[in-house]
């Protein structure tokens, strides 16, 4: 793990503005001892999750438990099983690396240097069917370049984007053979948003680009292995990949994009597909757990 020297000589404030945390012991060492750290979009699934790793890992029952966020603002929720932390990052890039910058510096400081991010969402497949999950190999840009634009002092970097392949061979041997949907690994295209960036008809500004177009490019992300558009991918690669943190995504395909642009499943198909990326990441942290009780 490789951070901001300036932090290490201490020489910034302590103060996490977007998590609201202040760098005190009582902090530290609410975030010590951290292993893994799987993030989602959404702060009830951050919760749900919580609560599956204390049934499963602590055999807490959920109907009697409710897990503590430890984050003092409502832009961000953290809960902690062991030496899992499971928190949200909001939607997008910008929101991701936000939450990354500030969740970094606090784990650094509470003495974790061994860590692994895993974004766990939901996505749209392009040519992959509903239900199934897809382990992200490289992230790109909608303009289909596999990197991650970051502008700063009127400059555009592109850091690289590609997901932790040792992570996720790990991921992939964890998991059982008699999962009830497919696991593929390919790459993944992080959008701006969820309409025009994702080559959509139904947003509410009229495109300007036609059916035509929108195929020619959906057989170039076909050539390249694309499997699904979301919206966090680019960021966290490019992120992790700086501060040298292992990290990948796994994330569920809820609509198939080559049959069309709306959501139409219903709430309970929506859970229930969205519960399938969630069983690849608790199948890797669990395995891993079960070797360290040996
Ligand atoms: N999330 C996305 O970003 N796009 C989809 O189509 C579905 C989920």
Known sequence: MKINHLLKQGLLDTYLYNLNL????????????????LMQGSQLRAKNLSMKLSQKILNINGTFFEPINLIETSKFYAYRTGNILSVSHGMGNTSIITLLHNLTQVLYFAGNSDLEYIRI????????????????????????????????????????????????????????????????????????????????????????????????????????NILNFEMESTGLASFCNRAQ???????????????????????????????????????YVLCNQHNLNK
């Open 121 to 224: 969402g939901t996505s749209g497949g392009i040519g992959v069917e509903p239900g199934s999950v897809v382990l992200t190999d490289t992230a790109y840009m909608p303009n289909l370049i596999a990197g991650y634009k970051v502008s700063a002092l009127g400059k555009d970097i592109i850091y690289p984007t590609v997901m932790d392949k040792v992570l996720n061979q790990k991921i992939l041997q964890a998991q059982h053979q008699s999962t009830s949907f497919k696991l593929l690994v390919g790459n993944s295209i992080a959008a701006d948003d969820f309409y025009l960036g994702q080559a959509r008809f139904d947003g509410a500004i009229k495109p300007r680009y036609t059916i035509e177009s929108r195929n020619s490019y959906f057989e170039k992300i076909k050539v390249l």
């Open 245 to 283: 943190i292992p990290a990948t995504m796994i994330a569920s395909i809820i609509i198939n994009r080559l049959n069309g642009d709306q959501v139409t499943i219903s709430t309970e198909t929506l859970n229930k597909y969205s519960d399938h990326s969630q069983e690849v990441a608790i199948n």
């Open 22 to 37: 202040t760098l005190d012991k009582k902090t530290l060492d609410k975030f010590s001892g951290i292993k893994y750290v």
